[in-house]
Every structure is written in C-alpha cells, then in structure tokens.
C-alpha cells in the first residue's frame, strides 16, 4: 500500500511529500510529554483488546485554513473497528493521564504537507486522484512512535508495538 500511495506523490508545487516508510494513519496524537508518562502510556495501551480488521484507503483530500491549503491526504473508508480502535486508544491514553484530544478524529493518510497554497494549485491534481482507491489491508496492530522533527522532515522512532488478536 506503501507502494501505491508513493505513486501518488508529486505534481504538486511547493509539496512537501512524506517518505513511503512514514506514511501512517494516526490514531491519537499526543504531544510532547515527560519521559515517566512514556511507560503509562504503554502500560495503558498494553490494556487494548480487539481483533484485526480490514481497512481500505479511497479517495484522496485536503485540509485548508482561510483559503490556504496545509495538508494532502488519502482518505479511509468507513470503518467501525477503526473507530472502536480509536476510542480504545483515546481512553488508554486519558487513563494514563493525558488530556483529552480537542480535535475530532479523521482517519487519513497524510501525503503531503503545504505552506500558503491556494486550492487552486491543487484542484487538478485532486480532481486526477480523487478516485484513488487502496486494496484492502489487514489491521494487525498498531505502533506508539515518538517524532522529532529534523531538517527533513519528522523522523519516527518507534517505543512500542501492540499487536491485535487474530480473527476468530
């Protein structure tokens, strides 16, 4: 999937494309905390219980704010077990003694990040992928990464991986 979403990547000036190995879809975002909090956190998540499900990339967006577009992304179809993962990993993360997330969540993949573009300048290449659609993934886990960002973009570092039960 990595691979097809990759292809999608360019022609759009001014994008700042995200590298295939960190393409992801984030389930909670959680800002900067103090390393103790780390190990609630995973100890929290250690807690989440739920088997593996199918989850199909279609369609490609954008985020803008006051005309300008930020962001470029794949969109996910509907799926409640993401969004059951999703609450499950929301209140991991509330148990552990974060706060809660003020943004609701929309499940996407983001491509590319832009700084004051227009939608103009994106329309054609939104209206060329907009009926982008991914085969279908298995959801086997998910990952508790930390990110620092770098000249070149974020790098991730993954601290832990939670694997979801198999199907019965």
Known sequence: MRA????LCGGVPGARWVEPDNLH?????????????????????RAIRMEAFPLTLSSVGHFERRGRVRQIWAGIMPSPQLM??????????????????SRRFTPHVTLARLKDVK??????????NGPF????????????????????????????????????
Do not use: K
């Not at 984030?26 to 609630?40: A, N, Q, S, V, Y």
């Not at 939608?119 to 060329?128: K, P, T």
């Not at 279908?136 to 508790?144: H, K, Q, S, W, Y």
């Open 119 to 128: 939608i103009e300048a994106v329309g054609a290449w939104l209206h060329a």
């Open 25 to 45: 879809l984030t389930l909670r975002f959680i800002g900067e905390i103090e390393e103790p909090l780390i190990e609630d956190i995973v100890f929290a998540l």
């Open 84 to 101: 059951d993962l999703q609450r499950r990993v929301e209140s991991a993360i509330l148990r552990a003694g974060i706060r809660s997330e």
């Open 133 to 168: 659609r991914g085969f279908p993934i298995t959801v086997a886990g998910f990952t508790l990464f930390a990110s620092y960002l770098g000249g070149g973009g974020p790098v991730y570092q993954p601290i832990e991986d939670f694997a979801l039960a198999d199907p019965v």
């Open 4 to 7: 097809r979403l990759s292809s």
